[in-house]
Nanobody, 125 residues
Framework: QVQLVESGGRLVQAGSSLTLACTAT????????MAWFRQTPGQEREFVAG????????LYADSVKDRFTISRVAAENTMYLRMNSLKPEDTAVYYC??????????????????WGQGTQVTVAS
């Protein structure tokens, strides 16, 4: 069973950069797709970025594709989210998640069966 632990969230100023990390324990190779979602109070979880663990295909939401970069270090079982030019609207709890397969509905949270506990990112204006 895969377990996920996020880290790196904190308070930053608008325009700055921040990198989040998600470290997986367990049999990550059997998990096909890893992703970052974010959530604000009263809202559904929103897909931010994802990657296929084996062939490293990267996927982005339109709202972040020019500012955020998703990556992974396979030897460390760790996925990263580099966030540049942060905006106050990027403020959210950021979660990493794992899906057992890639589908065209990869941006929907229901496709993911394992979640981390989340890390808070706050962007001050």
């Amino acid at each position: 069973q895969v377990q996920l632990v996020e880290s790196g969230g904190r308070l930053v100023q608008a325009g700055s950069s921040l990198t989040l990390a998600c470290t997986a324990t367990g049999d990550i190779l059997s998990s096909y797709l890893m992703a970052w979602f974010r959530q604000t109070p009263g809202q559904e979880r929103e897909f931010v970025a994802g990657l296929t663990w084996r062939n490293y295909r990267r996927l982005y939401a339109d709202s972040v594709k020019d500012r955020f970069t998703i990556s992974r270090v396979a030897a460390e079982n760790t996925m990263y989210l580099r966030m540049n030019s942060l905006k106050p609207e990027d403020t959210a709890v950021y979660y990493c998640a794992v899906a057992p397969s890639y589908r065209n509905t990869y941006s929907q949270s229901k496709e993911y069966n394992i979640w981390g506990q989340g890390t808070q990112v706050t962007v001050a204006s």
